[in-house]
């Protein structure tokens, strides 16, 4: 019985379970709309926005990005004041973001008191074609690589 060479298929198994992992760690982009009541003081939104933009310090968190603002654009944001944008790493990041108590704190102590409103959310996979190049990778590849 003659010794075939595996290695062809050995690179070809490790090559499938790299695309697997890939995929199962693709990053996550959540959205979320707030609509502050009218009266809210400009020194309360500051409060709000530096509790957010805090959480990125977080390395746990596996925050790739976050922005926080208003918008400028009042006549198409059917009465939401703000959004939150954050990118995260994987689904996991987001899971563990939305539990922790400094963002739970953040949540409780400066966004619902001031809320006239519920706020709405999104959550999606950012593949590689949504995200723009980074020194010749797709965004999706330098965020894999620079968040690992």
């Given at each position: 019985r003659s010794r075939q060479n595996t290695a062809p298929h050995t690179a070809l198994l490790l090559l499938l379970a790299?695309?697997?992992?890939?995929?199962a760690a693709m990053p996550v982009k959540h959205m979320v709309w707030f609509k502050f009541k009218e009266e809210t003081a400009p020194e309360k939104l500051e409060a709000v926005k530096a509790g957010l933009?805090?959480?990125k310090g977080k390395a746990a968190l596996g925050i790739v990005d976050i922005s926080f603002g208003p918008t400028f654009k009042?006549?198409?944001?059917?009465?939401?004041?703000?959004?939150?944008c954050v990118d995260l790493k994987d689904k996991e990041a987001l899971e563990v973001y939305a539990a922790d108590p400094d963002?739970?704190?953040v949540i409780t102590d400066h966004i619902k008191p001031n809320l006239g409103a519920p706020p709405m959310a999104m959550d999606y996979d950012i593949?590689?074609?949504a995200l723009p190049h980074?020194?010749?990778?797709?965004?999706?590849?330098e965020v894999l690589r620079t968040h690992r």
């Open positions: 790299l695309v697997i992992s890939a995929a933009m805090a959480l009042h006549d198409r944001s059917g009465g939401h004041t703000h959004a939150l963002h739970v704190a593949d590689s074609y980074c020194e010749g990778r797709t965004g999706r590849e």
